[in-house]
């Protein structure tokens, strides 16, 4: 597994440095790197999406264990590396672009590459790509679970109960079809360069019966969205007070106090 030195002797010789605005914050603590592989639970015969491999310190991981990985690269220079780095192992495939495809859908070479297979989502994400990728995975019934390290400001959002600030349509979807647990926080000096957040390592994994069908999520979370867009009105106010209110909903209460179950009774009775 690569060490910091090892890191930054990989971008020296390409004359690379980190770029900030690919979100490049290297993950250079090998035991919590482990911890999360360990989480995931993959093994030989898994396949795993890796978004934001760098220079593939996690990718050795992964591979390490028999899985199969399909890894997509933003930056370049990076990708070129990692094509030279994994050349002789045939169970590591390279997508080369954008982890994204607009805000709604995962990059689709790497879709087509996953196919109808199921797979699990082990990362380091790169910060600005966290959340939509979270909600687009957590919708997937073919993800297996993710097992990611992100900021603690979108962790804590993912984790969050009714009631509080933090709580909201992200949180809401994700916990709709998933289970949410924090492994650990890290602090900055866990990454080369660090970063000025403090991150945390979650594992999202799919509930045994969902809130909500897949097909439904896109429809679902443009009404939470609506909803909390005017968190702080009573729901009668934003929905009109003539509708239907299923039992045990309060048309006096504001978006925010209702439970994810709550909210999926609440837009079925529409």
């Known amino acids: 597994m690569q060490t910091q030195s090892d890191i930054k002797s990989i971008l020296s010789a390409r004359g690379l440095s980190p770029r900030h605005r690919f979100g490049q914050n290297f993950l250079v603590d090998q035991n919590l790197l482990k911890k999360l592989v360990d989480a995931s639970a993959i093994g030989e015969g898994s396949l795993v999406l890796e978004i934001g491999p760098g220079t593939g310190t996690m ?10 990985l399909i890894a997509i690269e933003l930056d370049r220079d990076l990708a070129a ?12 495939t390279l997508v080369e672009g954008d982890c994204l495809d607009g805000k709604r859908a995962l ?8 196919g109808a297979r199921p797979f699990t989502l082990v990362a380091n994400l790169p910060y600005q ?10 919708t997937m019934p073919q993800c297996r679970g993710q097992f990611v390290t992100i900021q603690r400001e979108v ?3 993912l984790r969050a109960a009714p009631g509080g600030g933090e709580y909201g349509p992200l949180t809401i979807v994700v916990q709709a079809f998933c289970e949410v647990e924090q492994l650990a926080v890290l602090s900055p000096g866990c990454f080369w360069p660090p970063p000025e957040v403090t991150s945390a390592m979650l594992a999202l994994r799919p509930r045994a019966v969902p809130a909500l069908a897949p097909d439904e999520a896109e429809a679902f979370g443009a009404f939470v969205h ?4 005017k968190r702080r009105k009573q729901l009668g106010a934003i929905l009109g007070r003539a509708r239907d209110w299923p039992d045990g909903i309060d048309p006096t209460a504001r978006p925010e106090s209702l439970s994810v179950a709550d909210l999926v009774r609440l837009w079925r009775t529409g």
């Open 59 to 68: 990718s050795e991981e992964i591979l390490a264990r028999g899985a199969e």
């Open 81 to 92: 590396h990692l094509r030279e780095h994994f050349a002789a192992n045939p169970r590591f």
């Open 226 to 229: 609506t909803l909390f867009s």
């Open 129 to 138: 790509a966290a959340s939509p990728v979270m909600a687009i995975c957590a």
């Open 107 to 114: 990059n689709s070479e790497a879709l087509a590459k996953i």
């Open 155 to 157: 962790g804590d959002r």
